[in-house]
């Protein structure tokens, strides 16, 4: 299992399943199991609770794909 964490600031923030938009500081957390099962966390700079991005099932073909598709969610979510 392999996690990758970057934090981001989101002026027009990230829709979660459990509270809503966030926006400010926030850490992004994609965890890639063996099997290439990715799950996506987010959370403001500092606190404790994760909360889960919007979707389906994801899944990378390609383990080596992990970092590229972590830095391409930032990007995404990081825009003005």
Known sequence: MEKL????TASHGVMTNEVGVISGELELRTT???DGALTLAITYVGA???YTLPGEEYRLHDLRDHEVVHRMLVKALERE
């Not at 964490?5 to 981001?8: D, G, Q």
């Open 48 to 50: 404790a609770e994760w």
């Open 5 to 8: 964490s970057s934090t981001f």
């Open 32 to 34: 890639c199991t063996e």
